[in-house]
């Protein structure tokens, strides 16, 4: 399977399992048949409050001999609820760690550069929000720096990060961020971030690259990448369906790349997408349906803004679903 190279000199494989919103119960499982039928990234997070189930089967997995520690990728991401001060950051680590019965991470990251009030309960997160602010997260991330140094976790990132927030966390920080995770599929390409991450040695991690069918948010008449007709016409031609098209196109970008699923066949139909080769026509077909479409807007984080303010959005005039 592919990898792509960090700044650090480690390299992350380019295609992983996302987590969030399988629900306890069924993760496990996922996590266990990925892992089984080759996967060796699992992308988690503290907010998706199921780390404990990721744990509980990862260790299963070590104890049967299926996979070693060092053979895979595990990312987290710090709860946007435990970014106020230093105590806090260390707390979302150590809970993570704990609950994922793990010594350190591969990857840990800011999961978005907008912070809550420690203990509000997540259904009222609105009545909890801080916001953004700059010096904050140069202070988380000097926390982050030191759980490096204190191999806790071997590199850290950012993520939902825009150009100008990155700029703002580069002006004080001692170590480059290893990766930006963003949405990013192929009706929201993010062609000047992912140029701009390039130029700083930042690797491009694309989430909801199937455009997250079943986020939160839907609405009926929203765009549906999988069903994009130059997605179905590839799809078509190599006897591949609509998801595999999307996971190969970002592959072949460069990027890396985290689809989620509990269901077991589309876990192992995803995993088959890292051997579908697009031709260049197929690319560019593909590059060409791009919309500027933002499905996740993040707007709850920040209610007195317009997500326009939130995302920055002179940077790339991305349209939102509301
Ligand atoms: N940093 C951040 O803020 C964010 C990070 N992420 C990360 O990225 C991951 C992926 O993004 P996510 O938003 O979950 O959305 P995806 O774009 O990965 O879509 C997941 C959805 O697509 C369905 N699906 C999966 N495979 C197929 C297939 N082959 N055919 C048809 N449908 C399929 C899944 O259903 P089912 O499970 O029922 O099979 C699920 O409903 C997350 O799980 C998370 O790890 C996501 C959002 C924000
Ligand atoms: C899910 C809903 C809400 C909260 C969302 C929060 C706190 C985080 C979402 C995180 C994402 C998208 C993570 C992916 O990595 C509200 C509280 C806003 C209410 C609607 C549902």
Redesign the pocket.
């Known amino acids: 399977m592919s990898s792509v190279t960090l700044n650090t000199g480690a390299s992350i494989p380019a295609f992983g ?6 629900p306890k119960g069924a993760v496990g499982k ?1 996590v266990e048949i990925a892992i089984r039928a080759g996967y060796r990234h699992i ?3 503290h907010l ?1 409050e199921n780390e404990d189930e990721v744990g509980e089967v990862l260790q299963k997995l070590f104890k049967e001999g299926v996979v070693k520690r060092e053979d895979l990728y595990i990312t987290s ?1 710090l709860s946007c609820f435990l970014m106020s001060n230093k105590e806090d950051v260390t707390e979302s680590l150590t809970d993570t760690l704990t609950k994922l019965q793990l010594d350190y991470l591969d990857l840990y ?1 800011i ?2 550069p907008f912070a809550a009030k420690k203990g509000t309960p997540f259904m009222k997160l609105q009545e909890g929000i801080i916001g953004y602010f700059p010096d904050m997260i140069a202070s988380v991330w000097e926390t982050m720096e030191g759980f490096v140094a204190k191999g806790l976790t071997k590199a850290i990132g950012i ?2 990060f825009s150009i100008t927030k990155t700029e703002n966390l580069l002006k004080t920080a001692k170590i480059v961020p290893a990766v930006n ?3 990013c ?1 192929a009706y929201l390409q993010q062609t000047k971030l992912q140029q701009y991450c390039k130029s700083k040695g930042i690797a491009f991690e694309a ?9 939160f948010n839907v609405q009926p008449g929203d765009p549906v990448v ?1 069903e994009d007709p130059a997605v179905k016409e590839i799809a078509s031609k190599h006897g591949a ?4 098209v ?1 996971i190969a196109f970002l592959l072949q970008s460069g990027l890396v790349v ?6 077991e ?3 192992i ?2 995993l088959k997408a890292t051997e579908l080769v697009l031709t260049d026509e197929e690319m560019k077909s593909l590059r060409a349906i791009d919309k500027n479409c933002r499905l ?1 807007s ?1 707007q709850w984080f920040a209610p007195d803004k317009t997500v326009d303010q939130i995302w920055d959005a002179s940077e790339d005039e991305a349209f939102v679903l509301q």
């Open positions: 399992l996302g987590t969030w919103q399988s996922a992308d988690c997070a998706y991401k990251l999961h978005c993520s939902n995770q963003v949405e599929h989430y909801s690259p199937l455009g997250s069918p079943a986020r999988m369906s609509p998801a595999q999307c985290i689809p989620k699923s509990v269901t066949s589309r876990i139909e995803n996740l993040f």
